[in-house]
């Protein structure tokens, strides 16, 4: 079964623009990643936030995490047309003794030229 | 830099047949897991191994199987093919010692699996 749901499933804007993807998860974790997906292709990782973090960037890429609420958030600024992919918020959960991340369904995202 | 590589890219399978599906992990890397992903899905652990063993499996059944050679790299085996195993499916590669969920899991581009 899925841990965590992307919001909203499918989001389409305009070049320029910025793009939120919001994850939510139901158990406590170690920490989330995020990575996305080219059509066709593997996936490739692009942040990874542990659970005492609130906060991480890397270039055009902002995610938060609040643990309270079981929730992060994934935020493009300035938006290109080469962003458009899936992008899968995946956890994990070492105190289960779980060895493998647990994927959400996703958020397809097309940025429109 | 080599990084995870799976072959082939594309299989036609009939109903009751079995496969098999190999990934060579990334330089260095000496934990393999395999993930299955239904179209327009998220990916579903199937399992892991390391050291040559399985060390944790899905939920997926025993049609499922696999193996990890001395070298790291990796076989996924589907006996028994059903039109719901139908997907892609994923390699990704680690470095146990660091801990699989604390690093960046390295994936291939995977093999896309079609049941007639």
């Known amino acids: 079964s899925q841990q965590g749901e992307e919001d909203p499933q499918a989001l389409s804007i305009q070049e320029g623009e910025n793009a939120t993807m919001n994850c939510s998860y139901k158990?406590?974790?170690?920490?989330l990643q995020w990575y996305r997906q080219n059509s066709g292709r593997g996936l490739v990782h692009l942040i990874l936030?542990?659970?005492?973090?609130r906060e991480k960037h890397s270039g055009r890429l902002r995610v938060t995490l609040d643990t309270s609420k079981k929730s992060s958030s994934l935020l493009i600024t300035a938006s290109r047309a080469a962003d458009t992919a899936s992008y899968f918020c995946?956890?994990?959960?070492?105190?289960?003794?779980?060895?493998?991340?647990?994927f959400g369904s996703g958020t397809r995202l097309q940025v429109q030229p | 830099d080599a990084g995870v590589t799976q072959s082939p890219t594309h299989l036609i399978k009939t109903r009751g047949q079995q496969v098999t599906l190999r990934c060579s992990p990334k330089?260095?890397?000496?934990?393999v897991s395999w993930y299955q992903q239904a179209l327009g899905q998220g990916p579903q652990f199937i399992f892991q191994?390391?050291?040559?063993?399985?060390?944790q499996r899905g939920n997926f059944p025993d049609r499922f199987s696999g193996h990890q050679f001395p070298n790291y790299s990796s076989e996924l085996n589907v006996n028994a093919l059903l039109l719901g195993d139908s997907a892609l499916y994923l390699c990704?590669?680690?470095?146990?010692?660091?801990?699989?969920?604390?690093?960046?899991?390295?994936f291939g581009d995977g093999t896309r699996l079609s049941i007639l």
């Open positions: 330089s260095g890397h000496d934990t």
């Open positions: 191994y390391y050291e040559e063993e399985e060390r």
């Open positions: 158990t406590s974790i170690n920490n």
């Open positions: 936030i542990r659970s005492n973090e």
């Open positions: 995946a956890t994990g959960h070492s105190d289960t003794g779980r060895r493998a991340l647990t």
């Open positions: 990704a590669s680690s470095l146990a010692s660091t801990g699989p969920l604390n690093q960046p899991q390295h």
